[in-house]
């Protein structure tokens, strides 16, 4: 008896409960290195911590944008 086989498709789910918590992850790093910046080189504007934050923000909404691409086209 042959059973058919299944398709062994990641589950969509596991990779959208996964996204926000790279998300954070990316943006603390990006704002950790960001701090560890400013005081290394003392910036009273903690300009450092602020731009590479927001680097981190549009990396994590890149990659969330690039996941869900993928997500959508194993749909179809």
Do not use: C
């Not at 704002?31 to 560890?36: E, N, Q, R, T, V």
């Not at 400013?38 to 909404?61: E, M, R, S, W």
Request: avoid cysteine; proline fraction near 5%; charge should be positive.
């Amino acid at each position: 008896m042959d059973q058919p086989k299944k398709n062994k498709a990641p589950n969509k789910w596991l990779a959208l409960v996964n996204i926000p918590i790279q998300m954070g992850v990316i943006v603390f790093l990006f704002a950790k290195f960001g701090d560890w910046l400013d005081k290394k080189y003392t910036n009273p504007q903690h300009l450092y911590v602020k731009l590479l934050t927001l680097l981190g923000v549009a990396i994590a909404f890149y990659n969330l944008n690039r996941q869900l691409k993928e997500i959508n086209k194993s749909d179809q």
